[in-house]
């Protein structure tokens, strides 16, 4: 830290809090011993001057890209940092020709790539074979599961390695260590109220750097001039919280009463409260990909056959998300939102479902009618499989009144579509079809 004693006593010029107090070294790393600890996976590779591509998978704050930075500067390699938010398949082949001219001198070359998750095909693609190679060392890291985002060729080729949120007491050391070491902090006289400590600790949810830019936040607000005593209590925690949004939290209450707020206004129909709740996620740094599958599930759930394309419109959006990413991607996801919540509303297939799988739980194992059945073979035919099957084309509008149901069992109206949208339409043509099943309604 003797570097920043140079620096003048303006703290605009330091690099933040979260950033001074990054460890270099894995004995000053806090949490995550069952990757850290003694005799652990990645203590064992470093104590062997070797390391191998891994993909960290863990919630913000947990210690991802401190692990990058560790492991490279204890086997001596070149670091090369880029987010796949903004970095394209230029980039990483640039950084491929970089660490084949470092392999040649004989140095290691780590690519550390952040949220590798937004990486699409075509740019995870282009690493296969530098990392299959050993050209360079791979660490990826993800806050999403990499079986979903993560190509397998890539996946085989590194060990995915799993971060768990900070505890409580990891947490307290991390202030402790920030209050009694840093260079601004050191040279305060900082009272935290026990109370506030305890708010910010919990408030969290085991993000370091939440924690530590809580602190900086303080200071802001109090106007510190490194001279004065500094005072936090648990009014200032509060509003140091409210400051950067630290109160969302992708795993937290308010994460899901947002998400369950969104998913509300859009089955009711209404585009403007849906879009507001879309634009509180995105700005607090919710993943797209997550509201899109959401959007996804929905367009099924709630709107079904009302209307058929949302579900592809839905669809697609997802995959418009993926390719493009922030921040365009939040001008498809507003498409969608207020398309779905402007579409007519069903949820007919979903009960339909429900009544089927209640059906199968309460009666006994279904047995398939003979005539339902394929025969590709001829003992099969021999043995009746597919006899009076009659075909439907064979016949006017492409319809035969037979049972497809089990034997003995009677047929189920399980499907009720509603009045209204597409649906109205396929009502009145089951309802001429099977009129037992499907009687007009009002």
């Known amino acids: 830290m003797e570097l920043f004693d140079k620096k003048s006593d303006d703290q605009t010029l330091l690099p933040p809090l979260a950033e001074r107090m990054r460890p270099i070294v894995i004995e000053d790393f806090v949490g995550q011993e069952h990757l850290t600890g003694k005799g652990k996976i990645l203590q064992k590779a470093l104590a062997a001057n070797g390391m191998f591509s891994m993909i960290l998978w863990g919630p913000p704050g947990s210690g991802k890209t401190t692990l990058a930075k560790i492991v490279s500067r204890q086997i001596n390699a070149k670091f090369f940092q880029i987010s796949a938010v903004s970095a394209g398949v230029k980039d990483v082949r640039k950084i491929i020709d970089q660490a084949d001219l470092n392999r040649r001198q004989g140095h290691k070359t780590i690519l550390f790539i952040d949220e590798i998750h937004r990486f699409n095909k075509a740019q995870q693609d282009a690493l296969l074979h530098a990392v299959e190679s050993g050209g360079l060392t791979l660490i ?75 602190i900086d936040i303080c200071l802001q607000l109090t106007h510190s001039d490194m001279k004065k005593q500094i005072h936090i209590d648990l009014a200032l925690i509060r509003e140091a919280l409210q400051q950067r949004n630290l109160l969302y939290d992708k795993k937290g209450d308010y994460h899901y009463d947002v998400i369950s707020a969104f998913i509300k206004s859009v089955r009711g129909s209404d585009p403007d409260a849906a879009v507001y709740w879309l634009a509180v996620m995105l700005e607090n740094g919710e993943d797209p990909l997550f509201v899109a599958r959401r959007l996804i599930i929905l367009s099924s759930e709630d709107i079904g056959n009302a209307s058929p394309l949302a579900l592809s419109v839905a669809t697609a959006g997802f995959q418009a998300v993926h390719a493009i990413g922030m921040p365009e991607a939040a001008i498809i996801l507003a498409q969608v939102t207020n398309y779905l919540a402007s579409s007519p509303k069903s949820n007919a297939s979903y009960l339909s479902l429900r009544k089927a799988q209640a059906a199968i739980k309460e009666g006994e194992f279904p047995v398939v009618p003979l005539h339902l059945r394929n025969a590709p073979t001829r003992l099969m035919k021999s043995m009746d499989f597919g006899k009076d099957y009659q075909y439907p084309h064979d016949f006017p509008d492409a319809f035969v009144e037979v049972s497809y149901f089990p034997d003995g069992m009677p047929a189920q109206g399980f499907y009720q579509p509603k009045n209204f949208g597409t649906e109205k339409f396929i009502r009145e043509r089951l309802g001429k079809l099977w009129p037992d099943r499907y009687p007009k309604t009002n």
């Open 140 to 214: 990826g890291a993800t806050t999403e599961n990499p079986s979903f985002e993560v190509i397998a060729p890539l996946l085989s080729r590194c060990r995915v390695l799993k971060l768990t949120n900070l505890s409580d007491e990891n947490l307290e050391v991390i202030l402790s260590r920030a209050m009694k070491r840093d260079i601004v902090l050191q040279k305060m006289e900082i009272s935290l109220d026990s109370k506030a400590r305890q708010m910010l600790v919990h408030a969290v949810n085991g993000d370091a750097r939440k924690l530590l830019n809580a």
